[in-house]
């Protein structure tokens, strides 16, 4: 291999780039998991993570990727045959709904397009519907990583209040948390699923459960087996700031890094309103480019990516692959269903204007090696509006 100067572009929508910070945070000797030192870490941490879900109750930390605390979830809440209410907005929903399956729960799967969130209306019918109360959770993904599509749990929630349903909500936010605004509690969410690897700026390696009250005494009853991922198992040990097995020690070093710089640093609210200006400058270029954003509802829009429909008779994995061979970018692939129709670039995470900049000019000048047509534009139709939102924070200051 030879070496390529300067700095890799990772932009797809997760794992996502690690900063600085928190690689040298990792970059500590491992301590006594049972000694006072790590106490310490883990309260700090367990209590941190709180505010980023937004959260009063239990947020419990696995050493996992985000599959694992998807597992958890269900097997800590449910028993085999029970019915489950999900959604089929993407790849992501469809494989939680594998999972669900093959753990012997019986999914009453929404079909969907891919280029549309979970229809609150929809949640609302099928509810009414129930009058048995068979289905004992509605599950949804917060912000589908496959097709940039964000559902909007607020309204979710609504629709489960107005069918007077006591189906637990369970919401996997694994591309959402730390990006996209999310409030567990407000939005009476019961399990909410993160990751590590995507807004909370981490390394892979790191999985959260944050439950609320009915979901805990749901799983006295919960007849699903389960041993590594019991939350009953975590809890005792947790109240101390312990665990019950050895923990990713240094990924929390790490952790207690990216939450000071999120927390206390920059401010949750900055952080999303950050995202959501990326995100608007990404659309700029896509348009202007001539191409099509594959989500369809403006409401919907993604802050943490962008899906971009390929022109009809063009690949993206070899688009993908001339952008990696001349600019050493990594964009994200096409998923599942629309495998080699769409591409993804990823705007979340730690990641600033100039970043943004490289990333498009980079998507720019792909098109044109790789005879994908488009129109020229796409970049100064981004820098026009990121210079006008510093103009207008300039002026803000000013006065
Ligand atoms: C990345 C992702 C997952 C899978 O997480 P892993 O850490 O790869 O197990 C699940 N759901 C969503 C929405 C994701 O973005």
């Given at each position: 291999?030879?070496?390529?100067?300067?700095?890799?572009?990772?932009q797809?929508?997760?794992?996502?780039?690690?900063?600085?910070?928190?690689?040298?945070?990792?970059?500590q000797?491992?301590i006594?998991?049972?000694?006072?030192?790590?106490?310490?870490?883990?309260?700090?941490?367990?209590?941190?993570?709180?505010?980023?879900?937004?959260?009063?109750?239990?947020?419990?930390?696995?050493?996992?990727?985000?599959?694992?605390?998807?597992?958890?979830?269900?097997?800590?809440?449910?028993?085999?045959?029970?019915?489950?209410?999900?959604?089929?907005?993407?790849?992501?929903?469809?494989?939680?709904?594998s999972?669900?399956?093959?753990?012997?729960?019986?999914v009453?799967?929404?079909?969907?397009?891919?280029?549309?969130?979970?229809?609150?209306?929809?949640?609302?019918?099928?509810?009414?519907?129930?009058?048995s109360?068979?289905?004992?959770?509605?599950?949804?993904?917060?912000?589908?990583?496959?097709?940039?599509?964000?559902?909007?749990?607020g309204e979710?929630?609504?629709?489960?209040?107005?069918?007077?349903?006591?189906?637990?909500?369970?919401?996997?936010?694994?591309?959402?948390?730390?990006?996209?605004?999310?409030?567990?509690?407000?939005?009476?969410?019961?399990?909410?699923?993160?990751?590590?690897?995507?807004?909370?700026m981490?390394?892979?390696?790191?999985?959260?459960?944050?439950?609320?009250?009915?979901?805990?005494a749901?799983?006295k009853?919960?007849?699903?087996?389960?041993?590594?991922?019991?939350?009953?198992?975590?809890?005792?040990?947790?109240?101390?700031?312990?665990?019950?097995?050895?923990?990713?020690?240094?990924?929390?070093y790490?952790?207690?890094?990216?939450?000071?710089?999120?927390?206390?640093e920059?401010?949750?609210?900055?952080?999303?309103?950050?995202?959501?200006?990326?995100?608007?400058?990404?659309?700029?270029?896509?348009?202007?480019?001539?191409?099509?954003?594959?989500?369809?509802?403006?409401?919907?829009?993604?802050?943490?990516?962008?899906?971009?429909?390929?022109?009809?008779?063009?690949?993206?994995?070899?688009?993908?692959?001339?952008?990696?061979?001349?600019?050493?970018?990594?964009?994200?692939?096409?998923?599942?269903?629309?495998?080699?129709?769409?591409?993804?670039?990823?705007?979340?995470?730690?990641?600033?204007?100039?970043?943004?900049?490289?990333?498009?000019?980079?998507?720019?000048?792909?098109?044109?090696?790789?005879?994908?047509?488009?129109?020229?534009?796409?970049?100064?139709?981004?820098?026009?509006?990121?210079?006008?939102?510093?103009?207008?924070?300039?002026?803000?200051?000013?006065?």
């Open positions: 291999m030879n070496y390529t100067a300067g700095r890799h572009f990772l797809i929508p997760g794992p996502t780039n690690v900063p600085e910070r928190v690689l040298r945070a990792i970059d000797p491992t006594d998991h049972r000694g006072p030192r790590f106490q310490q870490l883990g309260q700090e941490v367990l209590a941190g993570l709180k505010h980023v879900f937004k959260t009063k109750a239990t947020v419990i930390i696995f050493p996992a990727s985000g599959t694992g605390a998807w597992e958890a979830a269900l097997v800590n809440t449910l028993s085999p045959g029970d019915k489950v209410l999900m959604f089929e907005t993407g790849h992501f929903a469809s494989l939680w709904q999972m669900a399956q093959r753990l012997g729960l019986v009453e799967f929404v079909a969907g397009d891919w280029r549309h969130g979970v229809d609150p209306a929809a949640v609302e019918s099928r509810l009414a519907a129930d009058k109360h068979a289905i004992k959770a509605v599950m949804a993904v917060h912000n589908e990583t496959s097709t940039g599509v964000t559902s909007r749990i979710v929630r609504k629709a489960i209040d107005r069918a007077a349903h006591p189906a637990l909500f369970m919401v996997d936010t694994i591309s959402s948390l730390a990006s996209i605004d999310y409030r567990h509690d407000e939005w009476g969410v019961d399990v909410t699923v993160a990751g590590s690897q995507k807004g909370l981490l390394p892979p390696g790191l999985s959260f459960n944050a439950v609320s009250d009915k979901a805990l749901a799983g009853s919960a007849k699903l087996p389960r041993s590594y991922w019991s939350w009953e198992e975590m809890l005792g040990p947790n109240r101390n700031g312990f665990f019950p097995y050895t923990p990713a020690t240094n990924l929390l790490g952790l207690r890094e990216a939450l000071k710089m999120l927390l206390e920059e401010g949750l609210e900055n952080v999303f309103r950050r995202h959501d200006r990326h995100a608007e400058a990404t659309r700029r270029a896509v348009r202007a480019w001539g191409l099509e954003i594959l989500c369809l509802n403006p409401a919907e829009y993604s802050s943490a990516l962008t899906a971009v429909l390929m022109p009809e008779g063009h690949n993206e994995a070899e688009f993908r692959k001339t952008v990696l061979a001349h600019f050493d970018m990594s964009l994200g692939s096409g998923l599942g269903k629309i495998a080699n129709k769409v591409f993804r670039i990823g705007h979340l995470g730690d990641f600033n204007d100039l970043m943004l900049c490289g990333t498009l000019c980079g998507v720019e000048m792909g098109l044109e090696l790789a005879g994908v047509p488009h129109q020229k534009g796409g970049v100064a139709a981004a820098l026009d509006y990121l210079a006008g939102g510093t103009a207008e924070k300039k002026t803000a200051k000013a006065a």
